[in-house]
Structure formats: C-alpha cells, structure tokens
C-alpha cells in the first residue's frame, strides 16, 4: 500500500487514548484537513475516544482555519497540553476548546512552547524527561499553577520541583506521543517533505523522531505529491522514513487569510519600500519609545501586540536592516510581518526550526527582547496569559516564558491603564479621562513573568507606557522617564494608586515621539 491516503483514511489509524502531538502556529503550518477529518469521525463513529493532544504553539485561530476546534468534543479529547491557543476579539465567539477548558471538560494545561519542544527530543532520545528553569516562580511552577488551566488538570499534575546539582529546577516527566500530525508542502511517493511554500518549519521534523522512535504513526498533510526521487536532498526537511501517511490538501493555507504569499517563504524578496509603516497614533508612541533602546548590530526577539509594530519605527527611520530580528516559528532577520500574518516574516534570512530557535531563546542569547503586558504588580511581575473574564483574549504564554527567563534585557510595552481616553499632540500627550481597569495592580492575576526572579538574576527589565517608561528595581516599579503633557503626581502615582513611583532624577521623554513625522533616530 502506497503513503498517499485521504484525510478519512489517515484518521482511522488513530486508536483510542492516543497522545497525538500536532505541528501548527494559528494557521501557520496547520494540518487542519486532517483535524477536521478527525472531528468528522468521532461525529460518525464515536472513535477515537480519549485522546490526549500536544500542541508547542496553537493548532488554527479565530479567523477561518479551526485546527483544535475541529476536535474539541467531549468523548474526543481528555487532554490537551498546548504552549497556546486560538485567540481572537471579544467580539468574536468563543471557540469551543475553551469552552470545554473555562467549563472544566477536558484537562487542559498551559506550557511553555520551548519546553513542548524540549520534551519532544528528550522523548525521542528516550531521556528521563524535561529538566529546566524556564518557568520558576511563574504559573509554570508547582508553587502557583503547575500549567493547569482548571481544576481537572490541576487534579493531575505534569510537572514538579526537583533539587540537582544544589539547584532548584522543574521537572517535566515524558508524554509520549503515538500519533503526529504535521504539515509540509510537497511529499515525494516515498513520504520525503519540503517546505518551499511555508513560512516556517516549525517543529514537525521533531515530533516526527519522537513519534517513530516508539514505533508511532506519522501523517503528514502536504499541498501536492511528486514522484519518488524528484526533490533535491537539501531542500528534504523530515525524510520519508519518518512518515508514514501522506494527505494531499492543494487547498492548504499558507497562513491565516494568506493562501500563498512568496514573500512570506522567502521565494522572493519584496522591495522594503513596499511594507506599510505604522498608522500614527499613541501605539506608534510607545513603540518609538521601546524602538530607542535598539542598538545597531543586535538581535532582538518580536512579540504580538505593540511590540509588533518597532520593525516598522526602524523602517520609517531608515534603518530597517539595522537589527537581526528572531521569532519563534523560525524566522531570521527581515521583516516581522503584523495583523494575521504575524509570526511569518518577509525578506528574512533564514528559517531556523523553532525547537532550535527556542534553544536560543532559553539560553538568552539574543541582546533584548520587545514583549507587551496585560498587567503588572507592584514586584514587577507581568501576566499575559490570562484573563478571567475573557480567556480567549489571550493564546496563553506561548513562548513568553522560555523567551523571558534568562533574556538579558526585556522591554515590554503597553498602555498605562486600559481604557482611558488620551489626547495627542505634536506637543504632549494628556489623559482626558482616566481608564476603566488599572494594568498596575497590586498582584496579577497570573504570573506570565516574575520580577522577583529577574530582579535576582540581574536582568535588566523595563515597562514602556504612554505616560513614563518604568524600570524594575529591587525597591519596586520606578518611572525614570516622563511624556510631556503627563502630570506625574496625577497621571502616574495616583492612577496606579502608589504602585508606580517617580525616580527623583526622572527626564522628559523626546517631543519627536509624538510627532507625525520620522523622528529623525538612528539605532
């Protein structure tokens, strides 16, 4: 019997209780007709039943492309152990994965997307499992969370402390998966894949090994089939004896609303003067702001949110080659891409697994890192990964944590308070009218990143806000520099109710941040 199969087929294969593991980024790199085809048999035969799901990074979104969502049936799934999930405006529905996760109907965990990673080389290696301290004193810790998203999770713990070496460390036991479902573009007759369409690879050559080396199944989704022999060997990113079922899907997205994009798998190169900049605006501020710590030469790692937007401050300042940045699909240099794309880049220099490039996230690496934040408590503690009264707001911690752990320098950005109404001139920004929740808070609701651990460990930390940028100290939250147009006493040491103090040598922020025009800076 030959590789290629239907997604029906393939599916059959999958036995009840099964751990399956899935290679996905939201709709990067999704296998979504094979999860789809899963969910369809479960409807049809009630089979498989059980199953426990890994995911590094989110399997689809909000958007369009369903991945988890198509398996989030009771009966189905009795785990789900993911880095992220799909996240979307409070306008949209709730997806149904969080709905069994908010009403306690599948053990469901939060971990760390490095960690995933880790633990499916230690599983293919056949070593004794994770051991780490990525994630101490944060959720990720058996002293607050231990990763569990609800009671049913919390009741079955996957993680613990462990003393070595006279050091505290966690210790992730292996979850060993039967099944992988990864995705690639091409497949040859004999199951070799390539990845010339994608915009990343992911981690599905990892999960590959980890599966077949305890005698799994590997289904791979791809867009089209050559024939054995044809596709050169360099370009063979997971070799055929890796997998073992091939699922053609031509109509495979690249990314979320992106069919196919050339620029975004490096075919071409898009002129620079073809990226949009920045729309202005108290965002664009702040990301100006965070921009003028870079320094000509470094790399720097991107996350979602305000952050997103300091590649396009660099390009509107004429330096968009002046900083290597890293994210954690893969992608090397270039440009980040923002909206739906976000996690893909264009014109970049290379595309790095993202189990290697977590390796070097973990290990700091990198000069700086540009993140954003929910909330921040008085010890300097950051929580992006929940949100109680609206869960799917935020995927989860993702890759903040392995990224965050041992960074030399973070910056995060964000607004002071949510809600508030702000005034911009070219002159200085001013509150109108203070904001409906406070983000500096006495405790977060979750921690997503300790002070406290970065405070010992020398880290330097700062906060960029649209009022001050803030800096962690071991006395707390400073802010050492002001906007023009902010009353400190009013706009910053009442609004966060005494949380934020001004430094007595606290400056004034640079007019030119605030002006509808290139600043003139230059990393």
């Not at 954003?372 to 989860?396: H, I, Q």
Request: include cysteine; glycine fraction near 10%.
């Amino acid at each position: 019997m030959g590789k290629h199969v239907t997604a029906a087929e393939a599916v059959a294969r999958i036995p009840d209780d099964a751990v399956v593991t899935v290679s996905s980024s939201s709709a990067l790199g999704c296998p979504d007709a094979v999860l789809k085809a899963l969910g369809e048999r479960f409807r049809a035969e009630g089979h498989p039943r059980g199953l426990t799901t890994l995911h590094p990074i989110a399997a689809g979104d909000m958007y369009g492309v369903k991945g988890i969502d198509h398996i989030a049936q009771d009966g189905l799934l009795a785990r789900v152990i993911a880095g992220s999930y799909p996240s979307g405006p409070s306008n949209l529905p709730m997806p149904e994965i969080w709905k069994m996760v908010v009403e306690d109907r599948v053990a469901a965990y939060n971990v760390p997307s490095g960690i995933l990673f880790d633990m499916h080389r230690d599983v293919a290696a056949r070593r004794p499992g994770v051991l780490t301290r990525v994630g101490l004193e944060t959720f990720v810790d058996p002293i607050r969370e231990g990763c569990a998203m609800n009671a049913r999770a919390a009741a079955s713990p996957i993680v613990q402390r462990q003393d070595f070496g006279g050091e505290t460390w966690l210790h992730f036991p292996n979850i060993v998966p039967n099944v992988a479902i990864i995705r690639a573009t091409t497949a040859d007759e004999r199951g070799n894949l390539t990845y010339e369409h994608e915009g990343a690879y992911l981690g599905g050559l990892d999960q590959a090994i980890a599966t077949r080396n305890h005698g799994g199944l590997v289904i791979a989704q791809v867009k089209r089939m050559t024939a054995a022999g044809s596709l050169r060997p360099h370009d063979v990113h997971v070799p055929g004896h890796l997998v073992d079922l091939i699922v053609v899907a031509p109509d495979q997205k690249q990314t979320t609303e992106t069919q196919y994009d050339p620029a975004i798998s490096g075919e071409i190169m898009r002129p620079w003067d073809s990226f949009s900049l920045a729309e202005h605006g108290v965002e664009k501020v702040i990301a100006r702001r965070a921009a003028m710590e870079l320094r000509r030469g470094q790399t720097a790692n991107l996350g979602f949110g305000i952050s997103a937007m300091v590649p396009r401050v660099l390009l509107e300042e004429g330096h968009a080659q002046a900083v290597t940045w890293a994210i954690e699909q893969g992608a090397v240099g270039g440009m980040p891409l923002t909206g739906f794309a976000f996690g893909c880049a264009s014109n970049a220099d290379a595309f790095v697994p993202s189990p290697n490039q977590f390796s070097y996230f973990q290990g700091g690496g990198f000069d700086q890192t540009f993140l954003s934040f929910l909330e921040v408590d008085v010890e300097g503690n950051v929580n992006v990964s929940k949100l109680g009264k609206k869960p799917y707001l935020t995927a989860g911690c993702g890759g903040f944590v392995d990224i965050t752990a041992h960074a030399k320098k973070i910056v995060f950005s964000g607004f002071f308070e949510a809600g508030a109404e702000l005034s911009l001139t070219d002159r200085g920004l001013t509150v109108a009218k203070p904001g409906k929740f406070a983000k500096m808070v006495d405790q977060v609701e979750h921690v997503t990143f300790s002070g406290r651990r970065a405070v010992a460990q020398g880290q330097d930390v700062i906060y960029v806000t649209e009022r001050c940028v803030i800096r962690l100290t071991a006395q707390g939250l400073q802010a050492v520099e002001i906007m023009p147009g902010i009353d400190p006493a009013r706009d910053i040491v009442a609004a966060s109710g005494g949380r934020v103090q001004v430094a007595e040598n606290a400056t004034i922020m640079p007019v030119a941040l605030l002006r509808d025009k290139p600043m003139g800076w230059s990393p």
